[in-house]
């Protein structure tokens, strides 16, 4: 379907243990006893004695009477489990089994709603057999998995989850490729091919467009790179009536922080900084490729953000798109003033609800680390993104707006700076900055700075890009 690069299995959902599979994963509960259906006898004794406790994550390989391989996969107390215990139990399934092409798993059992527990295992499963598949001298591995069956799936929820998970894995390609191969253009360029095999509306702003609409951000953090920048619109339009989410992503394709250049340890990471661009523009593709009923745009300012002499200095003014004046006093703090323009162009189209995504501030990781993304805006938005991350295991957490921090950004020369002088709440500062281009209508501003880029693998979510956002995204506007 969507992906050309990535690497993920094909799931299929099916009443029995199918008779060719290499690798059979089977729930078991802390009392090591097993649902109804869970297809295969298991040696308690033998678990007990190599220490198996039943915990989500672990697992014990056993030998099944037909040299097939069984493998006891965890899931913890029978009637206290989540689906998050679920999608790590599958993870941990993929993970585990080795060189085989073929598994099949009764980890359905274990749950009573099945569309729920088949989202699970689909999502758990598919999400950590992900390897990076982008790096053109890099040989699709060929020993992977290639196929999951899952016994007592659902159907329907199965192929919509299995969209999710292929576009998420896509993301993570984009995010995982290095910042000289994916630059504004090529980013414009996948963007648009993968929108027009799904039937997505596109339109690519370059240099001259960009200047011409007045993106006054976006052309300040582009100023300094020999590469030039681009704007992406995408539209999914079903309904002519209907309310219209826009989505909108920072899409920095490296950051080096610009004149006020990283230290080389904090920069070692940032081509990661278009990680909401990728988790907004595959949100917007899966959404059209499950066929979603809720009319959906998305904008993209994408752009590297580099010294050099032409490079915009602290100091320099900006006039965004709305005609507000930024005072650019930290070139690194460059995401807010690319998304101050995106943001603009959404308020223009009278948006009914606008979503943006962006690994905007190393503080988010001090204050929630890298398993909560940080989530910013009005109630009523804020609440549907918070659930909307529960349902596919992205938690979000809130930060308040408070009114009282936004004299910090007071500007003696502009409507307002783009920092604040006290080294505090670094994420709410950016937010706060957001919001003056937001508009009055709902808005969620989701910080995913820490959780888009890890440096070890964790349940479902792969070492480096995690794609983290797109299935949040996804569910936030399914559910509308
Ligand atoms: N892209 C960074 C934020 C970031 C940090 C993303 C770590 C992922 C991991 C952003 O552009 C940035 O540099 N923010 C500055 C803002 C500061 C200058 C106010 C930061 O967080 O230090
Ligand atoms: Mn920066
Ligand atoms: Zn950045």
Redesign the pocket.
């Known amino acids: 379907m969507i992906p050309d690069l990535t690497v993920t299995p094909s799931f299929a959902a099916a009443a029995e243990v199918p008779a060719d599979a290499e690798v059979l994963g089977v729930p078991v509960f802390s009392d090591l006893t097993t649902p109804a259906g869970a297809g295969a006898e298991i040696d308690a004794a033998y678990l007990r004695q190599r220490r198996f406790e039943g915990k989500p994550g672990q697992v014990q390989a056993l030998m099944a009477d037909d040299g097939s391989t069984v493998l006891a996969l965890g899931v913890g107390e029978r009637g206290k489990l989540s689906a998050d215990d679920l999608r790590r139990a599958a993870a941990t399934l993929a993970r585990q089994a080795g060189a085989a092409r073929h598994v099949a798993t009764t980890l359905t059992a274990a749950l009573d709603d099945r569309p729920v527990a088949t989202r699970a295992v689909v999502e758990g499963a598919g999400l950590a057999a992900y390897r990076y598949g982008g790096a053109p001298n890099r040989k699709k591995e060929n020993v992977r998995l290639e196929a999951v069956t899952v016994v007592g799936g659902d159907d329907a929820e199965l192929s919509r989850t299995q969209i999710g998970v292929d576009v998420t894995c896509q993301a993570r390609d984009w995010v995982n490729r290095p910042p000289r191969d994916l630059t504004p253009r090529e980013l414009a360029r996948l963007t648009t091919e993968a929108a027009r095999r799904t039937g997505v509306k596109v339109d690519v702003w370059d240099e001259k467009r960009i200047e011409a609409e007045r993106l006054g951000g976006l052309l300040g953090v582009a100023a300094g790179s020999d590469e030039p920048p681009r704007l992406i619109r995408l539209e999914h339009t079903v309904a002519k009536k209907g309310p219209t989410v826009h989505l909108v992503g ?1 899409g ?1 394709t490296f ?1 080096s922080g610009g004149l006020s250049l990283k230290p080389p340890a904090s920069m070692m990471t ?1 081509k990661c ?1 278009m990680g909401g661009a990728a988790a907004v523009i595959n949100a917007i593709l899966g959404l059209a490729a499950i066929g979603s009923q809720v009319n959906v745009v998305c904008w993209v300012a994408a752009t590297e ?1 580099m010294p050099s002499g032409t490079a915009i200095h602290p100091g320099d003014v900006l006039t965004a798109r709305n005609g507000k004046t930024i005072e650019v006093l930290n070139t ?1 703090a ?2 807010r003033l690319v998304l101050a323009d995106a943001l603009s162009l959404a308020v223009e189209e009278n948006a009914d609800a606008i979503i943006d995504a962006a ?2 501030t190393g503080a988010q990781r001090v204050a929630l680390g890298d398993g909560v993304a940080a989530v910013m805006g009005t109630a009523d938005l804020v609440g549907k993104v918070i659930a909307a991350g529960t349902a596919v295991g992205e938690p979000f957490w809130e930060l308040p707006l408070p009114k009282a921090y936004r004299k910090q950004l007071d500007s003696d020369v502009a409507d307002l700076k783009n920092i604040s002088s006290i080294p505090a709440a670094g994420s709410i500062i950016a937010g706060l900055f957001l919001q003056e281009f937001a508009g009055d209508g709902p808005w969620a501003h989701l910080d995913i700075a820490a959780p888009a880029y890890l440096d070890s693998e964790d349940g479902w979510l792969t070492k480096g890009a995690t794609g983290w956002g797109t299935r949040t995204l996804i569910e936030l506007v399914r559910s509308w």
């Open positions: 920072k920095i950051d940032m900084d953000n690194d460059e995401g690994t905007l």
